[in-house]
T-cell receptor
């Protein structure tokens, strides 16, 4: 059963701590993305990766870091430098193609800073 | 960069009526326009998409229209049902350079029985 798995579903973090969100896909997609969603708002791109060992900043990369050591995995670290980390985080993947293709989303991780 | 505006932010319709959501975009190089449906606590799911070489596309009760000259596209849902209640997002992308989607702010649709 192919898809994207994000874990955990809910995550609580104390201020000043780094936390890593997991994203795994078994769709054999080259490209992976991280989006942030705040209440009542659209999705904003944090980081994306088109191929293993390569990634680029999105629109709101400050305070976040990523790695892409394996095709299947694209973890996101929310660092203590992120001023307002409480949000719903969504991971997505797509085929890397010369034309646009559908982006498949995971079920999200809700991060709360306590 | 690309900017996508979506209206209205909330939409309440009676079951069986039609719902229309409109989006405008700023980057004339954008050529792919998907629509996603997001149910509470879940990730968005693609419901329909359109490419810039097509003006209209239909899939059962859902249709999307695109006006490249005016840089706007719309989602039409006919014969709405309670299960259509969700948040809908439009998005735009300019293609091969990473397929990065820029999303509109979303429309919360409530279908009243």
């Amino acid at each position: 059963d192919g898809g994207i798995t994000q874990s955990p579903k809910y995550l609580f973090r104390k201020e000043g701590q780094n936390v890593t969100l997991s994203c795994e896909q078994n769709l054999n997609h080259d490209a992976m993305y991280w989006y942030r969603q705040d209440p009542g708002q659209g999705l904003r791109l944090i980081y994306y990766s088109q191929i293993v060992n390569d990634f680029q900043k999105g629109d709101i990369a400050e305070g976040y870091s990523v790695s892409r050591e394996k095709k299947e995995s694209f973890p996101l670290t929310v660092t203590s430098a992120q001023k307002n980390p409480t949000a719903f985080y969504l991971c997505a993947s797509s085929i890397r193609s010369a034309i646009n293709t559908e982006a498949f989303f995971g079920q999200g991780t809700r991060l709360t800073v306590v | 960069g690309e900017n996508v505006e979506q209206h209205p932010s909330t939409l309440s319709v009676q079951e069986g009526d039609s719902a229309v959501i409109k989006c405008t975009y700023s980057d004339s190089a954008s050529n792919y326009f998907p629509w996603y449906k997001q149910e509470l606590g879940k990730g968005p799911q693609l419901i329909i998409d359109i490419r810039s070489n097509v003006g209209e596309k239909k899939d059962q009760r859902i249709a999307v229209t695109l006006n490249k000259t005016a840089k706007h596209f719309s989602l039409h849902i006919t014969e709405t049902q309670p299960e259509d209640s969700a948040v809908y997002f439009c998005a735009a992308s300019r293609g091969a350079a990473g397929n990065k989607l820029t999303f509109g702010g979303g429309t919360r649709v409530l279908v009243k029985p």
